[in-house]
T-cell receptor, first 112, second 116 residues
Framework: QKEVEQNSGPLSVPEGAIASLNCTYS??????FFWYRQYSGKSPELIMF????GDKEDGRFTAQLNKASQYVSLLIRDSQPSDSATYLC????????????FGGGTRLMVKP | GAVVSQHPSWVICKSGTSVKIECRSL??????MFWYRQFPKQSLMLMAT?????????EQGVEKDKFLINHASLTLSTLTVTSAHPEDSSFYIC????????????FGPGTRLLVL
């Protein structure tokens, strides 16, 4: 079993729709959770991080964390073609952002 | 956040040569930097943690004699791929943990290595 699992996709949504990206992790000791976006040929860029159970909203993005279910998700509202990218979920055992373990990523395609 | 640069952005070399990749923290002093490798259509894999003034910590399966890491200053870490072979061709990315209470990793733009 992989430590951090994501559906590889592609996940295809129409422009303006909500895209829902999911991630599960195996290490119950994980403390912090991150979503990165990676465009083809580029390095990852941070979208959001979340430490506590519940929802965290930032603009069009909402991260959801459920530690009991070992599940973290990212919702993208009003999806735009520019959101088309691979979304990487990462978890860390500490709150200092060290020792990230990445999932395989989900490729999102937003169609005009 | 943090601003991280890498140089070069891409390099092509012959098999058997050594390649040095630089990672710089541009806007703050980074005591710790991380080196990742990403093969096509795969996710990032942590290779090593680079600590200023001390030896790097390598992940299991990463040959420390092949991937030499030097973190001689608070703004510069280097990764040298020694005696590179075609299977070392990959996207190498460094990162550092940002400051200001937001303990998240910020990534450099990456270096694409092609070994012929």
């Amino acid at each position: 079993q992989k430590e951090v699992e994501q559906n590889s996709g592609p996940l295809s949504v129409p422009e303006g729709a909500i895209a829902s990206l999911n991630c599960t992790y195996s290490d119950r000791g994980s403390q912090s959770f991150f979503w990165y976006r990676q465009y083809s040929g580029k390095s990852p860029e941070l979208i959001m991080f979340i430490y506590s159970n519940g929802d965290k909203e930032d603009g069009r993005f909402t991260a959801q964390l459920n530690k009991a279910s070992q599940y973290v998700s990212l919702l993208i509202r009003d999806s735009q073609p520019s959101d088309s990218a691979t979304y990487l979920c990462a978890v860390s055992r500490d709150n200092a952002g060290n020792m990230l373990t990445f999932g395989g990523g989900t490729r999102l395609m937003v169609k005009p | 956040g943090a601003v991280v640069s890498q140089h070069p952005s891409w390099v092509i070399c012959k098999s058997g040569t050594s390649v040095k990749i630089e990672c710089r923290s541009l806007d703050f002093q980074a005591t710790t930097m991380f080196w990742y490798r990403q093969f096509p259509k795969q996710s990032l894999m942590l290779m090593a943690t680079s600590n200023e003034g001390s030896k790097a910590t390598y992940e299991q399966g990463v040959e420390k004699d092949k991937f030499l890491i030097n973190h001689a200053s608070l703004t510069l870490s280097t990764l040298t791929v020694t005696s590179a072979h075609p299977e070392d061709s990959s996207f190498y990315i460094c990162s550092t943990v940002g400051r200001g209470g937001q303990e998240t990793q910020y990534f450099g733009p990456g270096t694409r290595l092609l070994v012929l």
